[in-house]
C-alpha cells in the first residue's frame, strides 16, 4: 500500500481555477468510486471537501468540485479565494477496509 | 455533530508503547467507523487504522503488527496502542469519525506525540 501521488504545490489567483490530481493504482483509486479530498489550514485538524469522488458534505461550497479519469482522481476549485489557501490531501479506499492518503498539495492563492 | 477530544501522553520513550484515548461527545449515532491518523511534523497524513461501531478493526498494513484499537461504547471512548515506538513515531495524532468507512467527517484537535529519551 503505497501514497498516492500528488504535487507538492499549485498555485492560483483569486478568481482562477485549479486542480489538484492525485494518482494512485488499479488497487485504491482506479477500482473504487471512493476518493475522499480533505483541506488542511495551518495547525488546524483537516476538513473533508469531497467524498465519493464528487460528493460535497453539507456546508461546502459548490467552488469545489471532484472527479476521476482511470487511476487518477482531481479534485478542482473554481472561483479561487484567498481562504482556499491550504494543504489539500486526498484519500482513497484501498480495499480490505484499508485507506491510503497522498501526500498532499500546497495550494497558494497569490 | 460529533466531537471528539485525544487525551494521553505526550512524551513516550523509545521502545515502549503509546496509548490515547478519544472522546466522543455530542451525536454519536452520527458515526459508524472510530478512525485515527497521524501527521508528523511538517510531513502528511497517515491512516493508522479504524474500528467499526460492531468491533471489528482495520489497521494500515505497514503498521499492523504494532497497532491495537478498540471502542468501550459504555464511555464514549476508543482508544489507540501502538508499540515498539521509535522516533518515526513522533508526529501529531489524530481521532476521527464518519458514517461512510471512505470518508472522515469529524476530526478531533489533534495532539503531539513525541518519542524520546
Known amino acids: 500500500q503505497s501514497a498516492l501521488t500528488q504535487p507538492a504545490s499549485v498555485s492560483g489567483s483569486p478568481g482562477q481555477s485549479i486542480t489538484i490530481s492525485c494518482t494512485g493504482t488499479?488497487?485504491?483509486?482506479?477500482?473504487?468510486?471512493?476518493v475522499s479530498w480533505y483541506q488542511q489550514h495551518p495547525v488546524k485538524a483537516p476538513k473533508l471537501m469531497i467524498y465519493e469522488g464528487n460528493k460535497r458534505p453539507s456546508g461546502v461550497s459548490n467552488r469545489f468540485s471532484g472527479s476521476k479519469s482511470g487511476n487518477t482522481a482531481s479534485l478542482t476549485i473554481s472561483g479561487l479565494q484567498a481562504d482556499d489557501e491550504a494543504d489539500y490531501y486526498c484519500?482513497?479506499?484501498?480495499?480490505?477496509?484499508?485507506?491510503?492518503f497522498g501526500g498532499g498539495t500546497k495550494l497558494t492563492v497569490l | 455533530q460529533v466531537q471528539l477530544q485525544e487525551s494521553g501522553p505526550g512524551l513516550v520513550k523509545p521502545s515502549e508503547t503509546l496509548s490515547l484515548t478519544c472522546t466522543v461527545s455530542?451525536?454519536?449515532?452520527?458515526?459508524?467507523?472510530w478512525s485515527w491518523i497521524r501527521q508528523p511534523p511538517g510531513k502528511g497524513l497517515e491512516w493508522i487504522g479504524n474500528i467499526y461501531n460492531s468491533g471489528s478493526t482495520n489497521y494500515n498494513p505497514s503498521l499492523k503488527s504494532r497497532v491495537t484499537i478498540s471502542i468501550d461504547t459504555s464511555k464514549n471512548q476508543f482508544s489507540l496502542k501502538l508499540s515498539s515506538v521509535t522516533a518515526a513515531d513522533t508526529a501529531v495524532y489524530y481521532c476521527a469519525s464518519g458514517r461512510r468507512i471512505a470518508a472522515i467527517d469529524y476530526w478531533g484537535q489533534g495532539t503531539l506525540v513525541t518519542v524520546s529519551s
Open positions: 455530542g451525536d454519536s449515532i452520527s458515526s459508524d467507523y
Open positions: 484519500c482513497s479506499y484501498a480495499g480490505r477496509s484499508t485507506l491510503v
Open positions: 488499479s488497487s485504491d483509486v482506479g477500482n473504487y468510486n471512493l
